[in-house]
């Protein structure tokens, strides 16, 4: 499996706006469009998104703060993973655990020393992912209730995938 982050042109917008999560994750994570669309809305949280290839096609989307300065409650960094979608058609064949693992890569890069992310706390949303990946709570939520977490780096996930 070859995955890599490609950047959103003219010429791949249309179907990276096209992917969607499965029926019910929709409240976990918005869709590629409302993604660009609260980058576009808060270009002070320095939005550095990319669109997830896998063996030459579009699965997924991925947008973090890329070193940005903290302003609480509204903005967590320096790092922070906010969003990552996985196309309803490609989950299960590890993607999401490929595309964390690139990023922490590229964040350690820039000197890094943590990954923050959240998620909403409801049933079959991504704690469980982000638990197996090393993330854990940091105790504290973001104003809408979501569960801030932090993934220690550099991050080494022993080369294979979480069960």
Do not use: C
């Not at 660009?36 to 939005?47: G, I, S």
């Not at 998104?49 to 940005?68: H, I, K, Q, T």
């Not at 964040?107 to 992912?129: I, K, R």
């Amino acid at each position: 499996m070859v995955v890599v982050l490609r950047e959103i042109t003219d010429g791949n917008r249309d179907s990276v706006l096209e992917l969607q999560v499965a029926p019910g994750q929709e409240r976990f994570v918005s869709s590629v469009r409302g993604s660009l669309r609260e980058a576009a809305e808060y270009p002070h949280a320095k939005p550095w998104y990319r669109a997830v290839y896998a063996d030459g096609e579009p699965v997924g989307f991925v947008m973090l703060s890329w070193n940005v300065e903290p302003q609480p409650p509204e903005i967590h960094g320096p790092w922070f993973l906010w969003k990552l979608l996985v196309d309803e058609r490609h989950q299960g064949r590890g993607y999401g655990f490929e595309v964390v693992r690139q990023i922490a890569e590229l964040v350690v890069a820039e000197g890094a020393t943590e990954l923050l992310t959240s998620y909403v706390p409801e049933d079959g949303g991504p704690a469980g992912f982000y638990e197996r990946l090393g993330f854990v709570p940091t105790g504290e939520s973001d104003p809408d209730g979501e569960v801030i977490m932090r993934l220690a780096l550099p991050w080494t996930p022993a080369g294979r995938l979480p069960a």
